[in-house]
C-alpha cells in the first residue's frame, strides 16, 4: 500500500508516534485519507464523469486514471490539500483519546 | 449571461417553481394530449420510464442532492458509486456476474480513486514543506502566532464561504446554511470515524509539539469550511441540472401538443389546398370541354352556313 502520510511527514508536522506497531496507525490514517479523497473526488463529478470515472478504474492503467483526474476532477489539488489538513488536523486533536486507548 | 443571472431567471420561472413536476406532466399530458398515451411518442415512454424506476436499484441524482453538504461524506459518495454498480450488474443479467457486494467495491473503488488523486497532485510536497517550516519555529509564543494567524485563515475561509453561498444563489444558501453552519458538528463526526478504527491503532502518539496542535487544528478548521464550500457549490451544480432536465421535458411535453396541433392545422391547409387545387382542376377541364362544345357549336354551325350558301 502507498504510503502518503508517513512517520517523516507526522514528524514534520509536530507529531511524535511511538509503539510497536505504530506502522498500523499509518496505514490506517492512509487507508481514511485516501477514502475521504476518493469520496470528495466522486461528490465534484456528474454521474456522466462519474461512470466515466468507474468505467476507466475497471479497464484502464493507474497512470490513465491519474491523468483522468487531474484534467477532470476540478480543484484536486485543493481537495487533496484540504483532506490531509484535515486528518492531521484530526490526530493531533485526537492524540489524548487515541493514547487512552492503548 | 452570467450563471446566476440564468440561475435567478431559471428559479423564478413558475415552471420550475413546483417541486414534483413528473406526475403533474404525465397526468396533463394524458389528458390533453391523446387518448391513449402508450401510443403517442418516445417522450411518453421516456417520462414513464424514468417515474417507474425501482428506486431500489438506481440512483436518484435528487437522492444526493437533498443530502447536507455536512452529510455528503465517504457513506454517501460510496452508496451513490454502490447503486451505480448495482445497476450495472443488473443489466448483466447473469447472477453469476452479478457483484456479490457492490458496497464493498464502491468502497474500494473510492479508495482507488483517492490513491490517484493523490497520485495526480503535488500537496504532500506542499504540505510537507510548510510543515517542516512552522516547525522549525518553536515556543508557546511562535505557536501562539501560528494559531492566530490560523484563525486568519478560517476567517478568509468563511468570507469566502459567504462569497460561494452567494455567487450559487440565495436558494441555494438558504438551503445549505445551516448545514455549512453545522461544520463543528461535522468535524466531532471526522473524528469518530478516524476513531473507529482504533482497534487498529497499537502504536501511541508519543508528543504533539507546542504550538503545533493549535497550528494543525486551524488549518484543518479552514480546510473543513473550504470542504464544506466546494461541496455546497457541486451539489448546486447537480440541483441545476436536474431541474434543467426537469424543465427540458416540461417544455418538450407542453410543446408537443402544440406541435401536434400545429402540424394538424398544417395538414389540413395541405388537404383543403389540394382538394381545391382538385376542383379547380375539375372546372377548368368542364370549361375547357364547354368551350370546346361550344367551338364545336359554331363551327358546326359555320361549316352549315358555308354549304348552304353554296348550295344557293
Given at each position: 500500500?502507498?504510503?502518503?502520510?508517513?512517520?517523516?511527514?507526522?514528524?514534520?508536522?509536530?507529531i511524535?508516534l511511538?509503539?510497536?506497531?505504530?506502522?498500523?496507525?499509518?496505514e490506517?490514517?492512509?487507508?481514511?485519507l485516501?477514502?475521504?479523497?476518493?469520496?470528495?473526488?466522486?461528490a465534484?463529478?456528474?454521474d456522466?464523469?462519474?461512470?466515466?470515472?468507474s468505467?476507466?478504474q475497471?479497464?484502464?492503467?493507474?497512470?490513465?486514471?491519474?491523468?483522468?483526474?487531474?484534467?477532470?476532477?476540478?480543484?484536486?489539488?485543493?481537495?487533496?490539500?484540504?483532506?490531509?489538513?484535515?486528518?492531521?488536523?484530526?490526530?493531533?486533536?485526537?492524540?489524548?483519546?487515541?493514547?487512552?486507548?492503548? | 449571461?452570467?450563471?446566476?443571472?440564468?440561475?435567478?431567471?431559471?428559479?423564478?420561472?413558475?415552471?420550475?417553481?413546483?417541486?414534483?413536476?413528473q406526475?403533474?406532466?404525465?397526468?396533463?399530458?394524458?389528458?390533453?394530449?391523446?387518448?391513449?398515451?402508450?401510443?403517442?411518442?418516445?417522450?411518453?415512454?421516456?417520462?414513464?420510464?424514468?417515474?417507474?424506476?425501482?428506486?431500489?436499484?438506481?440512483?436518484?441524482?435528487?437522492?444526493?442532492?437533498?443530502?447536507?453538504?455536512?452529510?455528503?461524506?465517504?457513506?454517501v459518495?460510496?452508496?451513490?458509486?454502490?447503486?451505480?454498480?448495482?445497476r450495472?450488474?443488473?443489466?448483466?443479467?447473469?447472477?453469476?456476474?452479478?457483484?456479490?457486494?457492490?458496497?464493498?467495491?464502491?468502497?474500494k473503488?473510492?479508495?482507488?480513486?483517492?490513491?490517484?488523486?493523490?497520485?495526480?497532485?503535488?500537496?504532500?510536497?506542499?504540505?510537507?514543506?510548510?510543515?517542516?517550516?512552522?516547525?522549525a519555529?518553536?515556543?508557546?509564543?511562535?505557536?501562539?502566532?501560528?494559531?492566530?494567524?490560523?484563525?486568519?485563515?478560517?476567517?478568509?475561509?468563511?468570507?469566502?464561504?459567504?462569497?460561494?453561498?452567494?455567487?450559487?444563489?440565495?436558494?441555494?444558501?438558504?438551503?445549505?446554511?445551516n448545514?455549512?453552519?453545522?461544520?463543528?458538528?461535522?468535524?466531532?463526526?471526522?473524528?469518530?470515524?478516524?476513531?473507529?478504527?482504533?482497534?487498529?491503532?497499537?502504536g501511541?502518539?508519543?508528543?504533539?509539539?507546542?504550538?503545533?496542535?493549535?497550528?494543525l487544528?486551524?488549518?484543518?478548521?479552514?480546510?473543513?469550511?473550504?470542504?464544506?464550500?466546494?461541496?455546497?457549490?457541486?451539489?448546486?451544480?447537480?440541483?441545476?441540472?436536474?431541474?434543467?432536465?426537469?424543465?427540458?421535458?416540461?417544455?418538450?411535453?407542453?410543446t408537443?401538443?402544440?406541435?401536434?396541433?400545429?402540424?394538424?392545422?398544417?395538414?389540413t391547409?395541405?388537404?383543403?389546398?389540394?382538394?381545391?387545387?382538385?376542383?379547380?382542376?375539375?372546372?377548368?377541364?368542364?370549361?375547357?370541354?364547354?368551350?370546346?362544345a361550344?367551338g364545336?357549336?359554331?363551327?358546326?354551325?359555320?361549316s352549315?352556313?358555308?354549304?348552304?350558301?353554296?348550295?344557293l
Open positions: 500500500m502507498t504510503s502518503f502520510i508517513t512517520l517523516e511527514l507526522l514528524e514534520q508536522a509536530g511524535d511511538g509503539g510497536e506497531d505504530v506502522d498500523a496507525l499509518v490506517h490514517l492512509n487507508q481514511t485516501e477514502e475521504r479523497v476518493g469520496a470528495e473526488v466522486v465534484s463529478l456528474d456522466d464523469k462519474l461512470k466515466e470515472l468505467d476507466l475497471d479497464t484502464g492503467t493507474d497512470e490513465q486514471l491519474v491523468d483522468w483526474m487531474t484534467t477532470n476532477v476540478p480543484q484536486l489539488s485543493d481537495i487533496t490539500k484540504d483532506e490531509i489538513d484535515i486528518i492531521i488536523g484530526e490526530l493531533a486533536e485526537s492524540s489524548d483519546e487515541i493514547n487512552e486507548a492503548k | 449571461m452570467r450563471l446566476v443571472e440564468k440561475r435567478k431567471r431559471f428559479e423564478s420561472d413558475p415552471i420550475v417553481a413546483d417541486e414534483e413536476p406526475a403533474e406532466v404525465i397526468d396533463a399530458f394524458n389528458d390533453t394530449y391523446v387518448d391513449n398515451p402508450e401510443d403517442a411518442s418516445p417522450m411518453f415512454d421516456l417520462i414513464t420510464a424514468e417515474n417507474s424506476a425501482n428506486p431500489d436499484e438506481t440512483f436518484e441524482t435528487s437522492e444526493v442532492i437533498e443530502q447536507s453538504p455536512a452529510e455528503s461524506s465517504v457513506r459518495s460510496s452508496s451513490r458509486l454502490a447503486n451505480m454498480l448495482r450495472t450488474a443488473n443489466r448483466l443479467d447473469s447472477s453469476s456476474e452479478r457483484l456479490d457486494d457492490v458496497k464493498a467495491v464502491a468502497k473503488k473510492l479508495g482507488a480513486f483517492g490513491r490517484a488523486a493523490l497520485r495526480g497532485t503535488s500537496a504532500l510536497d506542499e504540505f510537507a514543506l510548510g510543515a517542516s517550516a512552522a516547525v519555529e518553536k515556543g508557546v509564543a511562535i505557536g501562539t502566532n501560528l494559531a492566530a494567524k490560523g484563525l486568519a485563515v478560517t476567517d478568509r475561509a468563511d468570507t469566502a464561504l459567504v462569497n460561494k453561498a452567494a455567487a450559487v444563489g440565495a436558494t441555494v444558501k438558504n438551503k445549505y446554511g448545514a455549512l453552519e453545522s461544520a463543528t458538528g461535522n468535524v466531532a463526526d471526522l473524528g469518530v470515524a478516524l476513531l473507529d478504527g482504533k482497534d487498529k491503532i497499537t501511541s502518539i508519543e508528543n504533539v509539539k507546542t504550538g503545533a496542535k493549535n497550528r487544528t486551524s488549518l484543518k478548521e479552514a480546510s473543513l469550511k473550504r470542504r464544506q464550500a466546494r461541496r455546497a457549490f457541486y451539489a448546486s451544480t447537480k440541483e441545476y441540472a436536474v431541474k434543467a432536465r426537469d424543465r427540458s421535458v416540461k417544455i418538450a411535453v407542453a408537443g401538443p402544440m406541435l401536434e396541433k400545429g402540424m394538424d392545422a398544417v395538414g391547409k395541405m388537404m383543403s389546398g389540394q382538394e381545391a387545387v382538385a376542383g379547380k382542376i375539375e372546372r377548368g377541364k368542364t370549361s375547357i370541354e364547354a368551350t370546346r361550344r364545336r357549336a359554331i363551327l358546326e354551325l359555320s352549315d352556313a358555308r354549304l348552304d350558301q353554296n348550295q
